[in-house]
């Protein structure tokens, strides 16, 4: 099993920045990609952006050039840098992490999640 313990959530006004942090612990073995999703209410969890134990990201279109996602495979933690936050950012936001395999997709068995952490971005 693996925890992802998330940390950094909060109010801030539009325009102003957070830094969500993703600590693993347990079987991180297991886990080869780590990354981001939010809620927003009513709507669906989406990807924001992740990154692969090799350094390899991608990041949704709505969020690119204002966050920037990074990892410290020393710590095993991935951070998320959002920068320029717009009302339209505010959701719960997920860490999540799973392993690089044939058959896996978001939100299937192979994945694990976080409790959640609210980002709320006030206009």
């Known amino acids: 099993q693996v925890q992802l313990v998330e940390s950094g959530g909060g109010l801030v006004q539009a325009g102003g920045s957070l830094r969500l942090s993703c600590a693993a612990s347990?079987?991180?073995?297991?886990?080869?990609?780590m990354g981001w999703y939010r809620q927003a209410p009513g709507k669906q969890r989406e990807l924001v952006a992740e990154?692969?134990?090799?350094?390899?990201?991608n990041y949704a279109d709505s969020v690119k050039g204002r966050f920037t996602i990074s990892r410290d495979n020393a710590k095993n933690t991935v951070y998320l840098q959002m920068n320029s936050l717009k009302p339209e950012d505010t959701a719960v936001y997920y860490c999540n992490g799973y392993p690089i395999v044939a058959g896996r997709r978001p939100g299937g068995p192979y994945d694990y999640w976080g409790q959640g952490t609210q980002v709320t971005v006030s206009s």
């Open positions: 347990g079987s991180i073995f297991s886990i080869n990609a």
């Open positions: 990154v692969t134990s090799g350094g390899t990201t």
